[in-house]
């Protein structure tokens, strides 16, 4: 809903629902290599997500040559999801899909639910100057329910500067159509999944009619600190004969601290991993995009060429803590240490 309070001061109200719900059965019959009894599960999962936002924005132009917009608004995230299963690994009955049909002591279980909140308020605001010089300022504080109390408000700001310069000096001939020069500094705040702060015990697969309560195999983290990632980057966009050439450049250094990760831990402390803040990892590089249109009429052939690299160290580490062990999703291990 948008609502044009007077011809400069306008405010949006809005909400979104993102839901799903999924059940899904398992057979397997008997003589099956892996289930010679057979097997049978069924699960459900369940997904909610609502945001609700409101927007309230004030433009003016002040003369001509200015003109400057701000707006501020909150918002309110609430996401729910639940889930569960029941599988038996072996049947009574051939053909007979039906959990009660599960041989005894043969039936796993899970069940979990979860809910998270993050609150919001940000706000925003624009200057513009002859429409070739642009100043944008943005502030945002989220607090979450996923961080501990006096972790859980974080606030994130962020500044860009751009200017186009062939308008500012008129130019108007020449190979040159188009220049622009871009400076941007920003930060990013972020939190982690529900559940992350205490050790509870949960129920698993029964010993045969006895009820088996398990420990967490990770160790939860009640100190955990909101993520905040801070990046600089400085670019131009240059064009050239029209815009049949050009080249966009950008060179970037990002650091991220606090990052929140699940690390290796020795068996002998009873987890097999744990829950940290992972200190400070730096980001920097270069981004080069290369266009180009060498044939234009009533055929186009446009090219484009990409070059990019990025270089990462590592800062710090979480106190206490020399080196970690992390394994990439392609199996490749790798050893992280402090420079």
Request: glycine share 10%; net charge positive.
């Amino acid at each position: 809903l948008n609502i044009d309070i007077t011809e400069a001061l306008t405010l949006m109200l809005r909400t979104g629902l993102d839901h799903f719900s999924e059940q899904r059965e398992t057979k397997r019959p008997f003589s099956l290599k892996s289930n010679p009894k057979g097997g049978y599960g069924f699960e459900t999962s369940f997904f909610n997500e609502m945001n609700s936002d409101f927007l309230l924005t004030y433009k003016k132009a002040v003369s001509e040559d200015w003109f400057f917009s701000i707006s501020g608004g909150a918002s309110r995230m609430d996401r729910k999801t639940s889930g569960n299963s029941n599988f038996a690994d072996a049947l009574v009955v051939s053909g007979l899909y039906n959990i009660s049909n599960a041989q005894a002591g043969t039936v796993r279980n899970y069940s979990g639910r979860s809910k998270k909140r993050i609150n919001s308020v940000y706000g925003m605001g624009q200057v513009s100057y002859k429409n070739y010089i642009y100043l944008d300022l943005t502030a945002r504080n989220d607090w979450t329910s996923s961080l501990p109390t006096g972790n859980n408000s974080y606030f994130y700001p962020s500044a860009s500067l751009s200017a186009v310069l062939t308008d500012m000096f008129h130019v108007t001939s020449g190979p040159l159509s188009f220049a622009k020069l871009r400076l941007n500094w920003a930060q990013v705040g972020g939190d982690t999944d529900p559940y992350q702060l205490y050790n509870t015990y949960r129920f698993g697969q029964d010993w045969g009619v006895v009820k088996k309560a398990e420990l967490d195999f990770t160790l939860k983290n009640n100190n955990l600190k909101p993520e905040i990632a801070t990046s600089s980057e400085i670019g131009a966009d240059l064009r050239f004969f029209s815009g049949r050439l050009g080249i966009d450049a950008s060179y970037y250094i990002k650091n991220s601290r606090n990052q929140i990760m699940r690390i290796q831990t020795t068996m002998a402390s009873g987890y097999g991993g744990r829950w940290i803040n992972a200190g400070e990892i730096e980001n920097k590089g270069w981004e080069v995009n290369l266009t180009g249109t060498p044939i234009k009429g009533a055929f186009n052939w446009d090219v484009s060429a990409v070059f990019s690299r990025n270089r990462n160290r590592v800062v710090k580490l979480t106190e206490g803590i020399s080196s970690l062990e992390m394994n990439s999703a392609e199996g490749v291990k790798y050893l992280i240490r402090e420079g």
